[in-house]
């Protein structure tokens, strides 16, 4: 069938160390957020208020990085040909229970 449309997988390329900077900054500033805490132990509905306070104000820029982060590494691949059949003939097999033939 030439006229067919070519057919696209989506690929997810993101790996531990794309955000393993992003999780040591999330862990600092809720360490920084506890230790604002604790200094105004106190008056305790002080000290909620501005370790709220800091993650409230931190959150949408770290949840920002991250998305950013994740849909720069999403990928379109071309399936191919070859491809598509043995994707399909892994799918029947999977359903009858049988291990696909190699």
């Not at 959150?59 to 998305?67: C, G, H, T, Y």
């Not at 191919?80 to 029947?92: L, T």
């Amino acid at each position: 069938m030439p006229n067919e449309l070519q057919k696209y997988r989506f690929v997810c390329t993101l790996t531990f160390g794309d955000i393993y900077g992003q999780v040591i900054v999330w862990l600092i500033v809720i360490f920084i957020g506890l230790a604002a805490s604790v200094t105004l132990y106190n008056n305790p509905v002080q000290a909620f208020l501005v370790s709220g306070l800091i993650l409230v104000l931190t959150l949408p820029f770290l949840l920002f990085a991250f998305v950013t982060t994740l849909l720069n590494h999403i990928e379109m691949r071309p399936v191919a040909i070859g491809e598509k059949k043995k994707r399909k003939d892994a799918a029947v097999a999977s359903s009858a229970g049988v291990a696909p033939a190699n």
